[in-house]
């Protein structure tokens, strides 16, 4: 039965924040990012393959009322079904008095299951059980994809009701345990006052809550909703789930974040939709066909996954450096930072790389980093990790960049190669470097934070996550291609668009300047050295400090060049922005944090395209805009006007 606790008269309101973490994705790549990285987390020592099933059914009303009640049912009648109709849960007020309830199934195979002692008293006990179940904000993985105890916060979120119960077989003890748990907001019942979350299970004689392992109870949940867990592993189900989960729109979050150990024959998927009987298969031989159906860019992406593992398996293959050791240079203050350079490469070597690149094939690097933990004994090891390059000048403006952290795509970081590019992919798998990158790693696994990992303080320096963030992927292409690859900001902005022809000498006035002559010789003096003529600035920034903001306009030299080369028309334009920090202009950027502004709430901060321009997206510090017409206006208001703000434009 459900345990839904009161709170205490002295207790303050909150309601859970969990679900923020995961916002800026939509809920279904949200459920699929989170099971399948606790699938994978799960792995059997002895399997070679993890499946995964997605199952989406229709369950009569009288067998989800059977998994309604509540310890109050009997005293008070209450039920789940009027703990979702209270008032006070606003949206997420829910009536449940359906016949039938359309529910998801989702459930692993080739996994141990929820392992671990069951007793929630021990709350960073080794324990995949008490994580699961009990932990909010604290980590029991040690060397798993997942390290902050949150993300079951997406199998509630997935749901209307903000439910799921859950059953296991465990491989440490074959035993099966049933539980649940609900993520509701604080509430009343009948003026009685509820902390909002509950779980699932049975209440001892202490009042204690336990897994139900009943025997019969078990098997009753099982027949009720078609499962068969004969084997170890995890079946979660979802009631209520949110009909934006779709059989497509699970194969399309797949194929985008998990194609890595799909191409490796490391993960299975079956998606099956009993109400409208369709069915796909993921696996090694059909993924490259599934992804001819999606977007164009996902199925070139995968096509150059494939090629590239192919390309690092291939014993001898000459397009693939393996054992390439990264340069530490010492800079002001003796900051390390990594940098791959000529020097790094045998001279043969840099040149079959070059020429495989320039012809447009795949190149691949096998690059070493030494890292170390800050622990008393421990001692330097080295770790390795691969990145794999191509620009073909059929596809080199696709620009598809990510880095992968053992099998899952950290989504939001990018190469920052701004020059075109086919594809890029970092694949970060060995077990070590895993390990000192998810220390970087925010809860939706979407970005590498600096300051997170300084708090941790479990590694010796950071000099490597800088470079793996931001000069693996850009060395290497500049190695490559000869173009000096740097962050494309406002002076240079022109450079991106389109040629911005200088006047010939002596032609700016329309006529030839007359040289003095010289008093001593009578002849003219040699000509003073023309100053080296930097491109004019084309986008201005205002400060609106009466607004707390900036507005963006062109400035005269690009509506001249635009007047000019008037098929460049629409382009688009990325405007970054973040609060200055002591540590200067780039520190002020990798620190940003959603807590300072999050431009996607319009929450304070209001972006707006007045005119000649459209806003694209808004996304935590970035706004995406196109610009079409050369008089454009984009005004962004509502900052911290006690701080100072940079802003920063890019193509």
């Known amino acids: ?34 099971s399948l990285q606790n699938s994978l987390d799960a792995k059997l020592s002895t399997s070679n393959l993890i499946r995964v099933k997605f199952s989406i059914q229709n369950t009569p009303k009288n067998v989800i009322k059977k998994y309604c009640k509540t310890y109050d049912t009997d005293e008070d009648g209450i039920d789940l079904s009027q703990h979702l109709a209270s008032e006070d849960l606003g949206k997420y007020k829910l009536n449940i008095n359906e016949e039938k309830t359309r529910c998801l199934l989702v459930e692993d195979y080739g996994t141990c299951g929820l392992t671990g002692i069951v007793d929630k008293s021990d709350a960073w006990a080794q324990s995949n059980f008490v994580g699961f179940w009990w932990n909010v904000g604290i980590s029991n993985k040690p060397s798993a994809n997942g390290s902050h105890g949150v993300g079951k916060t997406t199998l509630t979120s997935s749901s209307s009701a903000l439910t799921f119960l859950a059953l296991t077989k465990r491989s440490d003890d074959d035993r099966k345990y049933l539980i649940g748990f609900s993520n509701l907001p604080p509430h009343r019942i009948k003026n009685k006052y509820y902390r909002g979350y509950g779980r699932f299970g049975r209440e001892d004689e202490e009042s204690n809550l336990l897994p139900i392992d009943d025997k019969q109870e078990i098997y009753n949940f099982e027949t009720s909703f078609g499962i068969q867990r004969n084997e170890p592993g995890l079946t979660v189900l979802i009631p209520w789930v949110s009909n934006d989960i779709t059989p497509k729109a699970i194969e399309t979050a797949v194929l985008t974040d998990y194609y890595w150990p799909v191409l490796n024959g490391q993960l299975v998927i079956e998606i099956e ?21 999606q977007d164009n860019n996902i199925a070139a992406l995968i096509e150059f996954a494939s090629e590239s593992i192919e390309l690092r398996n291939v014993s001898g293959n000459p397009n693939y450096f393996a054992g390439i050791d990264v340069k530490q240079i010492k800079g002001p203050k003796n900051k390390i930072d990594g940098q791959i350079t000529e020097e790094c490469f045998t001279e043969s070597n840099l040149e079959i790389a070059r020429e495989a690149f320039k012809n447009g094939e795949i190149v691949g690097f096998g690059l070493c980093l030494p890292i170390q933990k800050s622990t008393i004994g421990e001692k330097p090891r080295t770790t390795t990790f691969d990145v794999f390059l191509q620009r073909n000048e059929e596809t080199k403006n696709i620009k598809l960049d990510q880095f992968i ?11 920052g190669i701004a020059y075109p590019f086919s594809f890029a992919i970092l694949v970060a798998e060995d077990k070590d470097i895993s390990d000192y990158l998810k220390i970087a790693e925010e809860p939706a696994h979407n970005n590498w934070h600096f300051k997170r990992f300084r708090d941790e303080k479990i590694y010796t320096s950071e000099w490597q996550l800088r470079f793996i963030k931001h000069y693996a992927m850009k060395n290497l292409f500049t190695l490559l291609s000869g173009l ?6 406002i002076d240079d902005f022109a450079d991106h668009i389109f040629k911005i022809f200088e006047p010939s000498a002596g032609e700016t006035s329309g006529q030839k300047q007359k040289q003095p002559k010289s008093k001593e010789t009578g002849q003219n003096p040699k000509p003073k050295p023309k100053p080296e003529v930097r491109n ?16 963006i306009h062109p400035t005269s030299h690009l509506k001249e060049a635009l007047i000019q080369s008037s098929d460049v028309l629409p382009f688009v334009i990325k405007v970054k922005t973040a609060y200055a920090v002591l540590k200067g202009r780039n520190a002020s950027f990798n620190q940003y944090s959603k807590l300072d502004f999050d ?53």
Do not use: Y
């Open 1 to 34: 039965m459900w345990s839904f606790r009161p709170t205490d008269k002295q207790e303050q309101n909150q309601g859970s924040k969990l679900d923020e973490f995961f916002n800026s994705q939509d809920i279904t790549t949200s459920l699929v990012r989170e």
């Open 273 to 293: 939709d009993f109400i409208e009987e369709t069915s796909i298969l993921i696996d090694k031989k059909s993924i490259k066909e599934l992804a001819s159906t």
């Open 405 to 415: 952290r053992k099998q899952i795509v950290i989504s939001r970081e990018k190469s």
């Open 484 to 489: 000096n690859d740097e962050d494309t900001i």
């Open 536 to 551: 004019p600035a084309l986008i201005a920034i205002d400060q609106k400090s009466d607004e707390n903001g900036f507005r």
């Open 599 to 651: 431009l996607s709430k319009n929450e304070g901060v209001t972006v707006e395209a007045l005119k000649g321009a459209n806003i694209i997206s808004l996304d935590e510090n970035i706004i995406e805009a196109e610009i079409n017409s050369l008089d454009f206006t984009i005004e962004a208001k509502g900052f911290d006007k006690v701080r100072d703000l940079l802003v920063k434009v890019s193509t």
